[in-house]
């Protein structure tokens, strides 16, 4: 009996030990797992920061090298009159007092200007159209680059109206010039192969410039959660754009090489009919005008 009985002792004894062996491999199994995991976080957040860290330095490089391009543009200053009159040379953007571009406006639209804007290109003239042009609701004020105007001093309600007459045909015919020697070398330029993608890339580069310039308005006018909800949604916009920036200058550089290397012949404008002819009307109509057409509209 004594022995039946110790036996049962040794029994429970056994699998008491069996049990604290397999708590303790399960316990070591848990700790290892945790371990495993804090490491595989931490690995994580490194390869997170290095990533973060890399994509920083890309935008930085990519804003660096926009500034850099922006630098080597020529800008114009405006040192004309501080206020005047004058014509549209060519078709250009024509943009609200806050900025927004608003379409374009034709060549020939005659206007009055009272002030003078810089921005980060060419300065900009504060203009009033003196007729309503079919692209805009109402006669402005608006802001013109002022390279593609030409101006004159004093008041335009002075002005000889039969000179002002030829003044208006004239550019609008060297509008319709210009318009037809752009379409000529567009058509030109398609041949190009990178032209599609260079296309595309610019697009995308540029809508996502004028998401962000709306998103950081809304910004600047909410407060609290809902202003740090908006400066998250447009710093992640601004991750995305150091990509975007990237693919269109590459397109750009791949674009630019290659019209660099297949320049469009001089025959295939100056042998145009339509040139001709709007090049043989112009002619015309700059007679009796000829002081009052600026040297570079001239050309």
Known sequence: MKLQ????ALAIVLAFSAGMSEAAKKSSRNFQSMAEK???????????????EAAAAARQRAEAQEKAQQKAQTVVEFKGPSTGWGFVQTETPFYSAAGKNQGKIAAGASFTYNGVKKSQ??????????????????????????????????????????????????????????????ELEEAEQKKNPYYGSFLEQKTAYQESCRLASEMEAKMNALQGASREKMHDKLRALKYQQTGLMQNYQKALQAYQGWKAQHPVPATLISGDAKVQELSARLKTAKSGIENLIPVESAK
């Not at 009985?5 to 049962?8: A, E, K, T």
């Open 5 to 8: 009985q110790f036996g049962w």
């Open 38 to 52: 804090k490491a595989a976080a931490e690995a994580a957040e490194q390869k997170a920061a290095k990533e973060r």
């Open 121 to 182: 290109r060419n300065s900009m003239l504060v203009v009033t159209f003196t007729e309503t042009p079919e692209s805009t609701p109402d006669k402005g004020p608006y802001l013109i680059d002022c390279t593609k105007v030409a101006v004159y001093g004093g008041k335009f309600s002075e002005m000889d109206p039969a000179q002002v007459g030829k003044l208006r045909n004239y550019f609008t015919l060297k509008g319709e010039l210009d318009a037809r020697k752009s």
